[in-house]
């Protein structure tokens, strides 16, 4: 069994080296324009709908966030944006908490890394894709379904 594996993995290996099976970028297989982390590269591939990615960490005094986004590109009369919760999680303060306290910070805690691994597709029309921040939409949920919708629909 463990030889029949073997040889299974060098046959796609040989495959994908050879150029009989092209590696896919993204879900969609659209070759996307990597932006690494620079919400100026993501934000210009936002104005003309450009497939492109990137990976965003904030972290302040009080929460670490981490999100990857893709533009999908055109599909009819809309933007396709996928975005995906990495990770989320508060920080603790240095100061100790009171039992109270620190019971309501463990259920946020919990409430948050609920949202790590969730994700949403979103259909923006592309008349209004260029007014738009595609990473801090007001109102995801009038044109995003997903995991990460129903999460956060949860958590209010």
Excluded: H, W
Excluded at 4 to 21: K, M, R, W
Excluded at 33 to 55: L, N, R, Y
Aim: charged share 25%; net charge negative.
């Amino acid at each position: 069994m463990k030889k029949l594996f073997t040889i299974a993995v060098l046959l796609i290996a040989a495959a994908v080296l050879s150029g009989c099976v092209a590696p896919v970028e993204g879900e969609t297989g659209v070759i996307l324009k990597d932006c690494g982390s620079d919400q100026s590269c993501f934000e210009t591939a936002t104005q003309t709908c450009e497939p492109a990615k990137i990976v965003v960490s904030t972290e302040d005094e009080s929460s670490i966030i981490g999100i990857y986004s893709e533009i999908r590109g055109l599909e009819g009369d809309n933007c396709i944006l996928y975005l995906r919760v990495t990770q989320f999680e508060m920080k603790t303060s240095d100061v100790p908490l009171d039992p109270s306290e620190q019971e309501l910070f463990d259920q946020l805690q919990e409430g948050f890394k609920m949202l790590e691994g969730k994700d949403m597709v979103c259909d923006i029309p592309k008349d209004i894709i260029a007014e738009s921040d595609l990473l801090s939409m007001a109102n995801p949920e009038e044109s995003c379904t997903g995991s990460l919708i129903t999460a956060i629909g949860q958590m209010q």
